[in-house]
């Protein structure tokens, strides 16, 4: 019940904030009418001191609406907890949601996203070697790939990446205006030369025509690394992978209107290595 009441004060607070700062816009009475509160209470509140609850939302807010941005936006309630508690912002998790909804603070929705193509080659499959078990126990034991587009005036941008299973980290990407073998391959030669993996790293992908080609499988038995393959048509065989492409999506490309693939380009490497491979927290590394 006291929790009511405090969301309650804390919704009426929000109003009069809101009147306060529109009242050289618009009439006093008119506003007060319109969200709802009599003119009474917005002028005691005005005339009141500000109480010390108040004083410490109002500080809080300004942490919570920092975080809100340098993550641009993506992160949700916990996210945005447990970066204030390692700042050292002493806060409460319901503490932090409830201003978050008080303020329209929310993360970017999810948007369902279609199949680019279907996965088709001559081919023969690579065994499922991880069957969705998505836990290793170090770094460059298991790299997860795939590949999505992104659209601009110009055209799709196809965007392919390779990452470690262990940290999440993308260990090699590449982009190009076609999709085909070679944006896989520099994809692949990029992770290679940066992590040097030992032989019997698996190497797991969904089952298309560029990963099933016999050129792209030479490069892994070259360098003896172990090719795997989700089953068809089956995308939470490649989870992890799908994830990633989920939260790129969601956090920069859908409510952007790229110009020029050069624009997308410049925008996705400043995505992948300054926030994602550097800054953003991942829930399934205990938020690292």
């Not at 807010?61 to 975080?67: F, N, P, S």
Request: with cysteine; aromatic share 10%.
């Amino acid at each position: 019940f006291k929790k009511g009441r405090a969301v309650l004060r804390e919704g009426v607070v929000v109003r009069y904030r809101f009147i306060e700062d529109h009242g050289t816009e618009h009439r006093v009475t008119a506003l007060c009418r319109a969200l709802q509160v009599s003119r009474s209470g917005y002028y005691g509140w005005r005339t009141r001191p500000e109480c010390a609850r108040a004083r410490e939302n109002r500080r809080l807010l300004t942490h919570i609406r920092a975080v809100h941005a340098r993550s641009r936006e993506a992160y949700g309630i916990v996210k945005t907890w447990r970066t204030l508690t390692d700042q050292g912002i002493h806060c409460g998790h319901n503490r932090v949601a409830r201003l978050r909804r008080l303020h329209g603070i929310e993360a970017r929705r999810r948007r369902r996203y279609r199949l680019a193509y279907a996965a088709r080659n001559n081919e023969p499959a690579a065994p499922n070697l991880l069957q969705r078990d998505f836990t290793v126990a170090r770094p460059d034991r298991v790299w997860v790939g795939d590949i999505t587009f992104v659209p601009t005036r110009e055209g799709w941008l196809h965007l392919a990446v390779l990452l470690d299973l262990y940290s999440r980290k993308v260990v090699g990407w590449a982009m190009s205006e076609r999709q085909n073998r070679q944006l896989a391959t520099d994809a692949l030669v990029m992770a290679i030369e940066r992590r040097q993996p030992r032989p019997g790293l698996v190497h797991h992908t969904d089952q298309g025509i560029v990963y099933a080609s016999a050129a792209y499988r030479d490069i892994l038995k070259a360098h003896r690394l172990v090719p795997s393959m989700s089953r068809k048509g089956d995308c939470y065989d490649n989870a992890v992978a799908e994830s990633f492409f989920s939260g790129l999506k969601n956090e920069l490309v859908w409510d952007r209107d790229f110009k020029t693939r050069q624009e997308a380009r410049s925008a996705i490497f400043e995505w992948i290595e300054v926030f994602y491979n550097r800054e953003r927290l991942h829930q399934t590394l205990d938020y690292v």
